[in-house]
Nanobody, 118 residues
Framework: QVQLVESGGGLVQAGGSLRLSCEAS????????VGWFRQAPGKEREFVAS????????YGANSVKGRFTISRDNAKNTVYLQMDSLKPEDTAVYYC???????????WGQGTQVTVSS
């Protein structure tokens, strides 16, 4: 497993932007698929976006397509989530997760709060 630490959350007005970062420890970061998930109060955790080991392919939930962009810099052991055109319904705790190719999501960060005011 890999250790993950998220940062970059905060309070922003609707229509604004934030960039979340997920920094990983360990020298094998490039062997992990990385994803972002979020959990709003009273709701289940949901998938937001993921990126392949090389960064060549990305996947996003329909609710964030065209607004959120996931990217990674393996040299810096970091994955980013650029969030634009934020909406109040994007308010949640955002978690970074990692897995090896054929494994489950078994490494999780502590989460970072994102609050979007209307």
């Amino acid at each position: 497993q890999v250790q993950l630490v998220e940062s970059g959350g905060g309070l922003v007005q609707a229509g604004g932007s934030l960039r979340l970062s997920c920094e990983a420890s360990g020298r094998t970061f490039s062997s992990y698929v990385v994803g972002w998930f979020r959990q709003a109060p009273g709701k289940e955790r949901e998938f937001v976006a993921s990126i392949t080991r090389s960064g060549g392919s990305t996947y996003g939930a329909n609710s964030v397509k065209g607004r959120f962009t996931i990217s990674r810099d393996n040299a810096k052991n970091t994955v980013y989530l650029q969030m634009d055109s934020l909406k109040p319904e994007d308010t949640a705790v955002y978690y970074c997760a990692a897995r090896e190719l054929l494994d489950n999501w078994n490494s999780w960060g502590q989460g970072t709060q994102v609050t979007v005011s209307s």
